[in-house]
């Protein structure tokens, strides 16, 4: 049964009631009439008889107590008393995971799926993993909504979903403008309420290093904005981690070489190329120096350190808009190009740089992506490497290419929204068709997903929020739900709009869709 | 002596000294290498002896108050304690005011130029009027600056300023978003903070009716969003104009018609003009219905309860974008026309309206603003009254039209910055020459400012400030500033870059300029 028939036909029928479903929109889902009084005092999250997890279980026990806040919002406030909350209706979320402990970390084979019935005094929630039942529970939490005399409810609802791909990536900026890590942990709050499960750290580049490296703490102290207000701890990594961890949601770190590293050279002398002009060191520096050894064993070292910090089993190595006019003016890079046999084609010295870095990334155990550059530089060898594909353009064409030559595919050119646009540019986010080329079923299951790219040059603290959301939540609805469900615009915009309210309440500044109001906007704000 | 150019040079000779002086840019200002250290515990505001204006001052003591803690933050929040706050050098800043009182309300005549002079010990402040020395206590608090200790400092300063233009404002749109009062308050700060001076409060649209009217209470009750929450009391009307007043702001309120009154219609009924299809009443509305005498005493009662609440000598009638299909399909509106010898013209009939809300405001002592649509349908009779201009293409070429015709103009035009761009785009608004237009100098004279226009259909208080600041800033400094001082966009980017970062550290949310950071940016953030 297509769901959005259901929620229309609801919509009409009960127009107060705001019916307004879960976004993204789950696989399947179908609404009823049947509404159930939900009081606070006699409500109840609790694991299953049959539930592999118990009461224990670090991701679940913390998921009830953060749920239970976001489900009842006055009464976690102590604001506003209904009278329906001494109803004596009790009411459980009765939880059960079918597999799999509560101390791992999500990763990628990591199942999402789960199936939520809910009826008269219950909601049951049965998933593969305890990840599965973050989704769920998130899932659930949209259902709950309040009437004008802010008592809650719930209709009668069955939900059974799982996301259409597997990676549904959030890329951050740190080096443009230093993040506080209290903006982060917010961020992945709602990345958790959009069911986004990548958190892509573009952690460094050229304007700033803020990472506190252990084995090279130079390279924050020279390289950061500030050496100690502007840095990222090694606890405060681990913040972020765990954070992320317990709503279902991986950490992939870039350390993006070889271009795209000047803040690197403050802390790290000779990594960088010198620039040369008329055959004298100019005193300006390139991308990492591809021809020492000691260049490598740098790099070496510190993704020892970095695979062991963050536990996700891929890093991303970046490898993009590398310039080779650095490398060109440099005698000793052309000594090095003479002797290695590349003639003066540069990206074979670039090849040669990233094959290196993808054999160091490959001997600690982890699966490197790299941006598309790569890629177009060098054809795969042996190497199997994650493409993302960031230039506009037919993106498709890349994508196609990319699947075609067997490796796996993210997808972000079409979800750039770091540049401001009117919130209604949200649509050109939800069109986006990821898998709309020409290619065998084989070739489409190699694109494992998308990533919305929030750069760093016009964004800080004082506007990611209201930048990232609620456009980010259309590419959030593109890459978990079903493509042909969700393909009108203006059905989405009632369901969005109840959605960016949603956030609103739960202290997210996502931006207005257009003229109107939520009904308890400013709580939040 | 072109300030521009001691600031650049002592720039290159102090450097790390961060001396970047004032935004706007003062008429003239000398800054010194001489640096004197303020020790919060001996600073005081006082008084001078010869100053008309003593203790008491409602307008200045609240700014002496005010301005300590915006001059001091890291002291009045109680964070870290500096060395030099021990050291025995007392700073007194002597604040004389020539004339006026205290307990006016800025205006259009009102006097707002300054002089400063910052020395060994002590400043000196002169000016005309209260509120020309609170855009001194302004100008002051700018030039105060801290070291990597934390320790405050000010530079021995010469200053000598006065704006450019009278009217330096900027809209809020009330209607198409509800802003709560407190986020109307911070943006009168952050318009303290830029010198600007009419908050301009389209407080009602199409979309909603927020003014609560103590003459026809139903407006609200049925026309807001929402009769309780998402309404401006008296007691919110008067806490605003209380909160600009002692800043210097004028509150000029808009009550536009007879268009965009959708939302009057609800809880007003006959008021609108019942549109017609096929010779029988459609259902729908439209403008105002100006051929009823009852519309003229609703007005006048209305504008009798608007121009008692709001003291300014300004009230903008609106008078924009008026759509005449549903006039031509009433009958009634037809007949009238035929009975005032109007023939098909409905342009005459919209100035017939103008003209009798003009009257009616100015029985009651005020000047009327009105969007420039009812000059173009009503060359000036008798009345006076003030144009704002603000549709796009040759908006110069209206202005001085205006002008030849003998009316003061307010420049709206160029300043939109509703839509979201790119932070860099506030060059667009640094370029604008108002006066650039050829004209008599009495005629450039009727030119009496601008405006910032910030309207809601993508705004409301999650993203206000983020919109407006800084590219406001852009628009604050070409209103105020001597125009040739500031002609160069590369010349003020690093003094916009510093005015920005002391925004964020007074708590206001304004964007990034690009990459980049401030030292204490996450203290108010």
Redesign the interface.
């Known amino acids: 049964m297509n769901c959005l028939h259901c929620i229309v036909v609801l919509f009409l029928s009960v127009k107060l009631q705001q019916v307004f479903g879960v976004w993204p929109m789950p696989q399947r889902i179908t609404q009823f009439n049947e509404q159930y009084f939900l009081n606070p005092l006699l409500f109840a999250y609790h694991y299953a008889e049959d539930s592999s997890v118990r009461s224990g279980c670090s991701v679940l026990d913390a998921a009830f107590r953060r749920y239970f806040r976001i489900v009842f919002p006055d009464f976690a406030d102590g604001r506003g008393f209904s009278n329906t909350w001494f109803e004596p209706k009790p009411f459980t979320v009765s939880v059960s995971v079918r597999s799999g402990g509560c101390d791992e970390y999500p990763d990628e084979g990591t199942d999402e799926s789960y199936k939520l019935s809910v009826s008269q005094g219950q909601a049951v929630l049965k998933a593969e993993s305890v990840w599965g039942a973050l989704r769920g529970l998130e899932s659930f939490s949209q259902l709950v909504y309040q009437d004008d005399n802010n008592s809650y409810f719930v209709n009668k609802t069955e939900i059974e979903d799982f996301p259409r791909f597997s990676f549904r990536g959030l890329l951050l900026d740190t080096s443009?403008?230093?993040l506080?890590v209290h903006?982060i942990l917010k961020t992945l709050d709602a990345m958790a309420y959009n069911k986004f499960n990548v958190f892509h750290w573009h952690i460094v580049d050229d304007?700033?290093f803020p990472y506190q490296s252990h084995t090279y703490p130079d390279l924050s102290n020279k390289g950061a904005?500030?050496p100690v207000?502007?840095i990222y701890t090694q606890s405060d990594v681990r913040k972020v981690i765990t954070h992320a961890r317990v709503r279902g949601i991986r950490v992939v770190p870039e350390f993006d070489s070889p271009g795209h590293t000047q803040s690197w050279g403050k802390g790290q002398p000779d990594l960088l190329t010198p620039c040369y002009k008329r055959a004298v060191p100019s005193g300006t520096f390139g991308p990492i120096n591809p021809t020492l050894s000691s260049s490598y064993q740098f790099m070496n070292s510190l993704f020892k350190e970095v695979t062991s910090v963050f536990p996700d089993s891929f890093v991303h190595l970046g490898g993009d808009e590398v310039d080779f006019k650095c490398w060109k003016s440099n005698p000793n890079v052309q000594a090095f190009m003479a002797k290695m046999g590349f003639g003066h084609d540069y990206s074979k010295l670039e090849s040669f740089y990233m094959e290196s870095i993808m054999n160091i990334t490959a001997a600690f155990n982890k699966t490197s992506i790299v941006w598309q550059d790569v890629f177009d530089h060098n054809k795969p060898s042996r190497a199997q490497y994650v493409v993302e594909v960031w230039k506009r353009g037919c993106y498709l064409c890349k994508v196609r290419q990319v699947a075609k030559a067997g490796l796996k595919v993210i997808l972000a050119a079409p979800f750039y929204l770091d540049?401001?646009?009117?919130?209604?540019n949200w649509v050109r986010y939800y069109k986006v068709r990821p898998l709309s080329f020409k290619g065998t079923e084989q070739q489409k299951k190699l694109v494992i997903g998308g990533e919305v790219c929030m750069w760093?040059?016009?964004?800080?603290?004082?506007?990611l929020?209201?930048r990232l959301w609620p456009r980010a939540s259309a590419a959030a609805e593109r890459l978990w739900s079903n493509e042909e469900q969700t393909s009108s615009v203006d059905k989405a915009i009632p369901r969005l709009q109840d959605f960016r309210c949603k956030m609103?309440r739960r202290g997210i500044?996502?931006?207005?869709l257009?003229?109107?109001?939520c009904?308890q906007?400013?709580s939040g704000?």
């Open positions: 443009r403008h230093y506080p903006v304007p700033s904005f500030h207000t502007h540049l401001p646009g009117p919130t209604h760093g040059e016009y964004v800080d603290a004082t506007n929020s209201q609103i500044q996502a931006e207005p257009f003229i109107g109001h009904r906007e400013y704000l």
